[in-house]
T-cell receptor, first 112, second 119 residues
Framework: KNEVEQSPQNLTAQEGEFITINCSYSVGISALHWLQQHPGGGIVSLFM???GKKKHGRLIATINIQEKHSSLHITASHPRDSAVYIC??????????????FGTGTLLAVQP | GAVVSQHPSWVICKSGTSVKIECRSL??????MFWYRQFPKQSLMLMAT?????????EQGVEKDKFLINHASLTLSTLTVTSAHPEDSSFYIC???????????????FGAGSRLTVL
């Protein structure tokens, strides 16, 4: 079982729909990251959070530390949101500080 | 905002040659940089943690003699794939964390990645 699990693996939505991507983890963390990877491969950090909720434009990220679960929401989705969304948890693993463990990603396709 | 430049963005080389990939923090000093590898349709895997002025820390299963990492300054880390073979073909990506005290010290910034194809 992976230490970071994401669901769904693939998601197709119509433009304007509200989208939710889930992330569950089984290890202790100092922070959880949501990343966006476009087809060319470049990665953009969307959020880093350790508690509560953060909002940036149409993106909202929440985390429940007790349940070891985080969600990324996209409101009013647009085709340009199409990308792979990756959840990663950070902590001190194997003696290494600030190491990230990545989920396998969610491939989102928003159709016009 | 923090910007990390990675070069080259793609490279094709013959088997047996060495390839160097550079990761530069353009507007901040990074005491720590991370190197990842991503195979098609798979997630990123941390290869090593690069600390300025000291030896890199490699993850289990990563050959330190094959993947040479040098972090000679606070703005530059390099990954050299030595004697590359087709199985080394992958997408390599770096990230950097600003040193403590910088406004974005907790933000991890990624380079655009380098796609290596070994023939």
């Amino acid at each position: 079982k992976n230490e970071v699990e994401q669901s769904p693996q693939n998601l197709t939505a119509q433009e304007g729909e509200f989208i939710t991507i889930n992330c569950s983890y089984s290890v202790g963390i100092s922070a959880l990251h949501w990343l966006q990877q476009h087809p060319g491969g470049g990665i953009v950090s969307l959020f880093m959070l350790s508690s509560g909720k953060k909002k940036h434009g149409r993106l909202i990220a929440t985390i429940n530390i007790q349940e070891k679960h985080s969600s990324l929401h996209i409101t009013a989705s647009h085709p340009r949101d199409s990308a792979v969304y990756i959840c990663a948890v950070g902590g001190n693993y194997g003696g290494a500080t600030n190491k990230l463990i990545f989920g396998t990603g969610t491939l989102l396709a928003v159709q016009p | 905002g923090a910007v990390v430049s990675q070069h080259p963005s793609w490279v094709i080389c013959k088997s047996g040659t060495s390839v160097k990939i550079e990761c530069r923090s353009l507007d901040f000093q990074a005491t720590t940089m991370f190197w990842y590898r991503q195979f098609p349709k798979q997630s990123l895997m941390l290869m090593a943690t690069s600390n300025e002025g000291s030896k890199a820390t490699y993850e289990q299963g990563v050959e330190k003699d094959k993947f040479l990492i040098n972090h000679a300054s606070l703005t530059l880390s390099t990954l050299t794939v030595t004697s590359a073979h087709p199985e080394d073909s992958s997408f390599y990506i770096c990230s950097a964390r600003p040193r403590t005290g910088y406004a974005g010290a907790n933000v991890l910034t990624f380079g655009a990645g380098s796609r290596l194809t070994v023939l």
